[in-house]
């Protein structure tokens, strides 16, 4: 996993339209999260996570992209798409 020279820890991916994908990319959240250890965070990530790429999917337009990033006090989720809303 790519760390920055603040610490920060990242991950990003981009992502096929494809509602199948919503799966097996929580699990990819899941191990990212195992290996930063932040398991703790682990069910309500991957929950927003599966939520935010169906939408992404159902109501936005390709590209998709996921990133997660961690510091030592901040965890953030971001799903972006490039439909008009």
């Not at 961690?70 to 972006?80: E, G, K, M, N, Y």
């Amino acid at each position: 996993m790519p760390q920055t020279p603040d610490g920060v820890r990242t991950v990003c991916w981009d992502l096929p339209n494809d509602v199948s994908m919503v799966g097996k990319t929580r699990g990819m959240v899941r191990e990212t999260l195992a290996m930063w250890t932040l398991d703790e965070f682990a069910d309500d990530v991957v929950l927003v996570v599966g939520e935010l790429l169906a939408n992404a999917i159902n109501y936005g337009d390709p590209p998709i992209r996921l990133s997660v990033w961690a510091s030592t006090t901040d965890l953030c989720v971001r799903v972006t798409d490039h439909g008009d809303e």
